[in-house]
């Protein structure tokens, strides 16, 4: 099945003590079904000291599944859900995400 979300893209958050926030799509996890995102979903992990860096508590990204994400529509930004259409004919067809809301292309 082709992805609706990928790296890159402008999501906001559905569900969870995140839920209204949005950020950018740093990398996706199909195998586990979820994404890293941008500012969300921040969890303090204690990192040992080593030579390249400092230890101590130190805050990043964890992952977060896919169901709790949504495309933002890029007409106003609101969540929208991804569908996808064919475009071109013959041996020039491509197949390109739209967003369901508005009916704009999500890929170029």
């Known amino acids: ?6 790296k890159g893209d ?8 995140d839920k209204g926030r949005s950020g950018e799509v740093i990398e996706v996890r199909p ?3 979820r ?3 941008r500012g969300v979903n921040m969890v303090k992990r204690h ?3 080593t030579a390249q860096q400092e230890g101590g508590i130190i805050s990043k990204e964890s992952t977060i ?5 949504a495309m933002a ?3 106003d930004g609101k969540p929208t859900r991804v569908g ?3 475009v071109g004919e013959g041996q020039d067809r491509k197949k390109v995400r739209i967003a369901k809301r508005s009916g704009v292309e999500i890929d170029g």
């Open 35 to 37: 994404a890293l995102v």
């Open 31 to 33: 195998g586990q079904d």
């Open 73 to 75: 529509d890029p007409k």
């Open 84 to 86: 996808f259409k064919f």
């Open 47 to 49: 990192q040992r000291q």
């Open 65 to 69: 599944h896919l169901s709790n994400l």
């Open 10 to 17: 402008k999501v906001i958050v559905l569900a969870g003590r």
């Open 1 to 6: 099945m082709a992805a609706k979300i990928k």
